[in-house]
Structure formats: C-alpha cells, structure tokens
C-alpha cells in the first residue's frame, strides 16, 4: 500500500458530523448528516474541504 494513502478524520463546518475518509478518494464525498461537501475529488490526492481532526493509519 502506497505509504501516503491515509484515512482522515473530519469534522463538517456545517453540522459539526464527524466522519472517517479515504484521502485519496475518486469520487466527492459529502457529509452524511447535512450533505455538505467536506472532500473533492481530483483525481490524485483529495481537496479537504473542511476541518482534519486525526489522520488514521
């Protein structure tokens, strides 16, 4: 496994939620409470679109 692929903890502006994602994720991801977009997709490594409260190995 590719040594910077990570799982990250984030916590959405929105809705406080916490949620666990995949750092290089292929498609958007949105939060599960709200629907807030708290992670881009872009192909490589993702955009975060919100807070990282833990990285995850």
């Known amino acids: 496994m590719d040594t910077n692929s990570k799982f990250l ?26 629907g807030e977009k708290i992670l881009e997709s872009t192909g490589g490594k993702s955009k975060i679109k919100t807070t990282i409260l833990e990285v995850l190995d």
């Not at 929105?14 to 994602?21: D, L, R």
Request: glycine share 0%; charged share 30%; with cysteine.
């Open 9 to 34: 903890k984030l916590k959405c502006k929105k809705c406080k939620n916490e949620q666990i994602v995949f750092n290089k994720a292929s498609r958007p991801v949105n939060c599960l409470v709200c």
